[in-house]
């Protein structure tokens, strides 16, 4: 039996009354004292802060380590890079998946492009170890360093449209850390993973800043030496004191991620093919034989599947919600049985008005209840628009298959436009 870790803050955590339970074999905050609907509502408002340092880190370097990750990632590293589909370039990064030989998902991950032959890649709680395996075991170039990083690299996120504005105030040189930074690139670098440039807080210490996140806002995932991370956690809430920044625990990032329609490793994606889902751009396109554009591990079984089920996108009419519980299920309007919960949760931050979904984001004098919203695995596809209901046997819950949730999300807003 493993025993149960603990980040660098987890006192933090408990000092704060924080409800915590076990993620990925560690000990994390679900949520403050200041509940899961505050922590959702201030990353749409202003912003919140994330212990996330539960993450594994791996870093590969040599001559061969972008071949051996463009043969085991499924984007294509050559061609991923805006609309013009350029290559991952020094100050980039791109989420992709590893599969194993079935073509059923190991883990998700973001590739950061470090160097001519370094990169580093960000998996979730528990897996370093694990994609660290498999990357030795497609290893054929024994120039190839591995390492996997877990424990080692101190991590934490700051979401919300105020993000930069509490960020500016710690870091040197504010103007030149956000010029050019758009989404999914980084800048800095820490002890072990060095970006080619340089940032530092007022008091010295390096940390990488990329412009990601698990929310569909805008904010970006901050990176340092793990010895740091408290550190960097107090200035960023001192910081933020002024934009009512707060610590955000689980269940928010949950909440957010599920109306921005991304999935969760090994929930919503997992031990099945990769096929007929909403994140097809994590795969390359096909030819007109049925064959991926790019080579890469398990490609050949997913192109080969005859799989038929179809993991969909749904929101609700009201905030009430069904969990994924295994006895829990699907129905269409008939009553019979299609499929399975993958996801159910609450985003506090949308409702329905005149039947169409609104985000406060668009307008804060709005007064809605949240909707549920995640994701099903159903025998046949059911198109947009389409109304099937989640069951726990006892209650039912109306809900419309969507290809998009939240409106008005940030992540992907002008830079320019959201630094003051």
Known sequence: METTKKTVL???????????ALFGN???????????????????????????SHMAVITLKGSGARALLQHCLTKDMDSCIGMSKGPLV???????????????????????????????????????GVIAKHL????????????DRTDLVGKMDIQGPDSAKVLAKIVKDPQ???????????????????????????????????????????????????KHLCSLWNQLLEAGKDFSV?????????????????????????????ANTPWGFAVP????????????????????SNWQKHTLAFAGFDPRKIGAEEANYVTDVNGEKIGKILTCTTDMAIGRVDGEIKSIAGDK????KGLCCGFVLLDRNVKQGEVVFLSDGKRKIKVEIRADIRPLRTARSAMGTMVG
């Open 10 to 20: 987890h006192d933090f955590h408990c000092q704060e009354g924080a409800h915590m």
């Open 26 to 52: 560690y000990d994390m905050p679900l949520w403050y004292k200041t509940g899961a609907k505050a922590e959702h509502l201030v990353v749409i408002g202003t912003a919140g802060i994330f212990d996330t």
């Open 90 to 128: 020094q100050g980039r990064c791109v989420y992709g998946l590893f599969l194993d030989a079935d073509g059923f998902v190991i883990d998700d991950a973001i590739v950061y492009h470090l160097g001519d032959e370094s990169f580093m890649v960000v998996v979730n709680a528990g897996m370093g």
């Open 136 to 147: 030795g075991e497609q290893c054929q170039d024994q120039s190839v360093e591995i390492v």
């Open 176 to 226: 030149q850390l956000f010029t050019k930074m758009m989404y999914f690139s980084f800048k800095g670098g820490f002890a072990g993973c060095s970006g080619g440039t340089t940032v530092q807080l007022l008091d010295g210490t390096d940390v990488m800043v990329s412009r990601t996140g698990y929310t569909g806002e805008f904010g970006f995932e901050l990176f340092c030496d793990v």
């Open 246 to 274: 707060i610590p955000c625990g689980l269940a928010s990032r949950d909440s957010l991620r599920a109306g921005a329609v991304l999935p969760l490793s090994h929930q919503d994606i997992g031990g099945w093919p990769f």
């Open 285 to 304: 396109e096909k030819d007109g034989n049925g064959n991926y554009k790019k080579e890469f591990y398990g490609a050949k079984a997913l192109a080969a």
């Open 365 to 368: 004098e709005l007064k809605l």
